[in-house]
């Protein structure tokens, strides 16, 4: 289904339609209302919305789940815009593609004052930059930037490992697959010596349980982890398991919701382990929602329960709410005592501190920690 605009002036003959194609879309979108009677101002304003709708729709990185609700009648999948045209609908668009753009381009965030510094400490002199505006000088910075380049390999090691380290970490978990592999280590044999040792240091690596073989019940040296896990283990070698100093494990709770415990191995600490608990949207990008909490702030939420409901969606008595806080808590104080456990196994198998060195069978007793974590 497409969206037609009509507009017509008082001078034309005939009316001018602008047809506005939601191709890019998974589902039909319902039409917004008609615009035949608005005013001339009216239909500009329904005109810009539309520009900017489609816009933001056009945008993988804009979650649609914020332009579009999904509803189903009667067995029948339905849309419905949550906006509407008008202006404070315009500007909320207007924020969310101007957001969209500083993502993906940090300069248009900057000041003058910033690129200008920015461009002086790079030595990049610009005839009548003075009197440039903003977009001007950052625009300069920006070509200035693709026409940068030096020699990796003859600056001193020192400044080799720091842009290696640069280079290398990523900003969210690196997900672990079979033949998972930094770009930059397959450089040459001696920028895969120099860097190989950073990558597995200052990334955070993801592991997938395989709840085929972890049970509560079973602590005796199972596999726990996917074949896939596995095989990358093998395929880095000993050498660079040893170097891993950040570990999520990842449980699927439901088809959309996963559950990921962070782990720090120079540092493992049962009461502050980090727990992520992340919600897919229902939209065609599958954005996330998080919460992030530690074991103590969850075994302090529930020492300070004063509000919960049942199954039912009933709110429970005072008495109720006290005993549901008690066996939360309970519940929390065995799952720490559990963790330590297997921490302390761990340790004796792998060091502490800054002489971890990690092996295989020690991630394995992680990952059974991280699956008590979970329950």
């Not at 990796?152 to 970490?169: I, N």
Request: charged content about 25%; hydrophobic content about 35%; overall charge positive.
């Amino acid at each position: 289904m497409s969206l037609t605009t009509m507009s017509s002036g008082n001078n034309m003959s005939s009316s001018a339609t602008r047809v506005v194609s939601y191709t890019s879309l998974s589902w039909n979108p319902s039409p917004i209302s008609s615009v035949e009677e608005l005013s001339e101002k009216g239909r500009k304003v329904r005109e810009r919305f539309e520009d900017l709708f489609l816009q933001c729709v056009d945008r993988q990185s804009i979650c649609r789940g914020k332009l579009i609700s999904i509803f189903e009648i009667f067995g029948s999948t339905s849309t419905r815009s949550l906006l509407r045209p008008n202006a404070q609908s315009i500007r909320k668009l207007r924020r969310m593609m101007r957001a969209d753009d500083c993502a993906m381009n940090n300069y248009l965030a900057w000041s003058r004052r910033e690129i200008m510094n920015a461009l002086i400490q790079r030595q990049i002199l610009i005839p009548g930059i003075e009197s440039m505006s903003r977009t001007h000088c950052r625009i300069a910075l920006e070509e200035a930037d693709d026409r940068r380049s030096f020699h990796l390999m003859q600056l001193p090691k020192e400044v080799r490992l720091m842009v290696y380290e640069a280079a290398l970490s990523a900003e969210d978990v690196f997900v672990v697959r079979g033949s998972s592999k930094a770009a930059l280590l397959s450089v040459s044999k001696q920028v895969q010596q120099e860097a190989s040792e950073i990558f597995f240091r200052v990334n955070r690596f993801e592991f997938r349980i395989n709840h085929g073989y972890v049970s509560p019940s079973c602590l005796g040296p199972r596999t726990q982890l996917c074949s896939v896990e596995l095989q990358w283990l093998v395929n880095i070698g000993p050498e660079n398991v040893a170097n891993i100093r950040h570990l999520s494990f990842a449980h699927y709770d439901s088809w959309s919701t996963t559950i990921t415990t962070q782990m720090d191995l120079s540092c493992l600490d049962a009461s502050n382990c980090i727990q992520i608990r992340r919600k897919i949207c229902k939209c065609p990008q599958a954005c996330e929602n998080r919460c992030r909490q530690s074991l103590t702030e969850k075994l302090n939420d529930a020492l300070s329960d004063t509000e919960y409901r049942d199954e039912d969606g009933n709110q429970m008595k005072e008495d109720g709410i006290r005993e549901h806080g008690q066996y939360r808590a309970a519940k929390l104080r065995k799952t720490i005592a559990d963790l330590r456990t297997s921490f302390g196994r761990f340790r004796e198998l792998c060091g502490t501190g800054k002489k971890v060195k990690p092996s295989v069978e020690g991630i394995k007793l992680l990952t059974l920690a991280a699956f008590l974590h979970c329950h």
